[in-house]
């Protein structure tokens, strides 16, 4: 009976674990080629260190990623992927990264992501910064396209 009942939970365990891993769908190549740049930087530079001193090196090294606009998430990504768009043409970004968010992963602080792997904090992150850059332009963001999924 217990062997039984183990056999199920791990049975269980294992469907759960299909179910996580083929959520996770949306993957961009060049955010994985940037991982893979930041994470060679990363063992050069911040080996040997105590573990404050390696977050604080780990930090230091993604500055100059995320200020050339490689880092998705953040203003200056959206600036070099879509500032030369019109308002329709970043209107119609949002409305496709908005189709996105049911296949994207939202992590806790326990899951790490895929490498290349977008999350839903940095679609979020994308759609708030392509709104900003819609006012820049003088157009009108849309409003919570709930039900343009």
Not at 17 to 27: F, L, M, N, P
Not at 58 to 70: D, N, R, S, V
Not at 120 to 145: F, T
Request: charged share 25%; net charge positive; glycine share 10%.
């Amino acid at each position: 009976m217990r062997q039984a009942l183990l056999l199920a939970a791990v049975v269980a365990g294992l469907g759960m674990g299909e179910i996580r891993a083929a959520h996770a769908q949306v993957i961009d190549p060049e955010w994985q080629a940037t991982q893979a740049a930041m994470k060679a930087d990363e063992q050069r530079q911040c080996r040997h260190m105590t573990l404050t001193r390696k977050f604080q090196c780990q930090e230091q090294l993604q500055e100059p990623y995320k200020a050339k606009g490689l880092v998705p998430g953040t203003m200056p990504y959206v600036r070099r992927r879509f500032g030369g768009e019109s308002v329709q043409g970043l209107d119609q970004e949002i409305r496709s990264i908005n189709r996105t968010y049911g296949q994207v992963r939202r992590l806790n602080g326990y899951e790490h992501p895929l490498p290349g792997e977008l999350t839903a904090d940095m679609q979020q992150g994308n759609v708030s910064y392509l709104s900003k850059l819609i006012e820049e332009k003088g157009g009108m963001p849309p409003l919570l396209p709930f039900g343009n999924r």
